[in-house]
């Protein structure tokens, strides 16, 4: 079936490094994808995202990579700060789904050490 | 993107009762989607709920054991019945933003004794 997997479920670096975080899918039909950071007590929040016709999506301090050949995501972080520390979710959306279904990867903790 | 009021935060029940989670949206969407995020593991979607239609459950969750309501455009509930230990988890709704992201409420943290 559908799965979307991480690598690494645990990462943790000196305050400004850079952190990557990947995460593997299954689905050749996925289509979009979404970064999510989820803190302790709270719902995910939106990182970033990416649409399958793009290879690299960046935003503040966060970039995205799609490999699309091995199925491959990853997340970077530039200058890692200490409230980067969160769990990071990627989620995949495939086209095929008539409604917005997101399937999520099991998730990374980051722990940022100052 | 949409705003997102969820409640309760968190509630502990008794095994065998009921509880009720509402979503609140600030914004009318087609769609609202509840997630459970059991401890330590990733989000798992349970259903769909459209407006003036049955919810679609996922493989493994039922009407039964989850029901939703959703009266309007920007309100839904999950009631999770006849609570068991098993059943403690993050229960979350969701609505898809107009850019295609998608916005997730603060959970409901539930703990069953």
């Known amino acids: 079936g559908e799965s979307v997997g991480l690598h690494l479920p645990t990462l943790s670096v000196q305050e400004g490094d850079n952190s990557i975080i990947n995460c593997a899918y299954s689905?050749?039909?996925?289509?979009?994808f979404i970064w999510y950071k989820q803190e302790s007590g709270k719902g995910p929040q939106f990182i970033i995202d990416?649409?399958?016709?793009?290879d690299k999506r960046q935003g503040q301090r966060v970039t995205v990579l799609l490999n699309k050949t091995v199925k491959h995501l990853s997340l970077q972080i530039a200058a890692t700060q200490p409230g980067d520390s969160a769990v990071y979710f990627c989620?995949?959306?495939?086209?095929?789904?008539?409604?917005?279904?997101?399937?999520f990867g099991q998730g990374t903790i980051l722990t940022v050490h100052p | 993107s949409a705003v997102i009021s969820q409640k309760p935060s968190r509630d502990i029940c008794q095994r065998g009762t009921s509880l009720t989670i509402q979503c609140q949206v600030d914004?009318?969407?087609?769609?609202m989607f509840w997630y459970r995020q059991q401890p330590g593991q990733s989000l798992t979607l349970i259903a769909t709920?459209?407006?003036?239609?049955?919810?679609?459950?996922e493989s493994g969750f039922v009407i039964d054991k989850f029901p939703i309501s959703r009266p309007n455009l920007t309100f839904s509930t999950l009631t999770v019945s006849n609570m068991s230990p098993e059943d403690s988890s993050i229960y979350l709704c969701?609505?898809?933003?107009?850019?295609?992201?998608?916005?997730f409420g603060s959970g409901t943290r539930l703990t069953v004794v």
């Open positions: 969701s609505v898809e933003d107009t850019g295609g992201g998608y916005t």
């Open positions: 689905n050749s039909a996925s289509d979009y």
């Open positions: 990416i649409r399958s016709n793009m």
């Open positions: 989620a995949e959306k495939s086209s095929g789904t008539s409604y917005g279904k997101l399937t």
């Open positions: 914004s009318q969407v087609t769609m």
């Open positions: 709920a459209n407006q003036g239609s049955e919810a679609t459950y």
